[in-house]
């Protein structure tokens, strides 16, 4: 009997020792990552357009779930001093999609050069990122971006004549794709919606 108490005891501590690991891992991981506020998962970048063909560049985002987005930014690199940031609450927004669809996007949107996008919080920390080229031009703050809840690796093989990467396979939280150059994007709408895609 007394052999039983000490291996349930000793089950007991070694559980209690595993979550407390687990805890420490997820925590260093999470560590510049935005989980205030609940913003864990909430929203992602679901869709990027470039302004190739004399169109107009944009970006847009998709909420998951009602949140907060006061202060909220995101912001396009395609170098450590060449950024392009603005508020989610300038972005058109037709809930849960929110875009910015601007000529001045047209020379961050570079498929060929490469760039990266962060969609940041009110504090700076990171709710999504996407990277094009593994172009890494801004401050992480310590954020493991793969261990954001919907990070995937964006299409390798985007060119000068690519015009637009989404998500699909479940708009707004699925893995990314490269369109055909004919394609424009579904800003403002489910891009599982019919889009042809490769």
């Known amino acids: 009997m007394l052999c039983i108490k000490v291996i349930r005891r000793a089950l007991t501590i070694l559980s209690q020792g595993c979550i ?14 935005s989980v205030a506020d609940d913003n864990w998962g909430k929203a992602t970048i679901n869709e990027v357009f470039s302004g190739l063909g004399n169109r107009t560049a944009f970006i847009e985002i998709k909420l998951l779930e009602p949140v907060d987005t006061t202060n909220w930014q995101v912001n396009i690199c395609t170098g450590q001093n060449n950024c392009n940031d603005f508020l989610v609450s300038s972005m058109t927004n037709m809930d849960p999609w929110h875009f910015r ?10 498929f060929h050069k490469g ?7 009110a504090g700076g920390n990171i709710i999504d990122y996407i990277t094009i080229h593994n172009k890494s031009y801004q401050p992480k703050n310590g954020c493991v971006v793969e261990s954001l809840p919907y990070w995937f690796e964006t299409p390798g093989d985007v060119t000068n004549g690519t ?14 794709s490269k369109n055909q150059p004919n394609d424009d994007g579904t800003k403002g709408a489910d891009n599982d919606g019919g889009v042809n895609r490769e």
């Open 20 to 33: 407390a690991i687990c805890f420490i891992m997820q925590s260093s991981l999470a560590a510049g990552c």
């Open 101 to 110: 669809e601007n000529n001045d996007l047209n020379a961050f949107v570079d």
């Open 115 to 121: 760039f990266d996008v962060s969609l940041t919080d």
């Open 163 to 176: 015009k637009l990467i989404h998500r699909t396979q479940n708009d707004g939280t699925g893995t990314w």
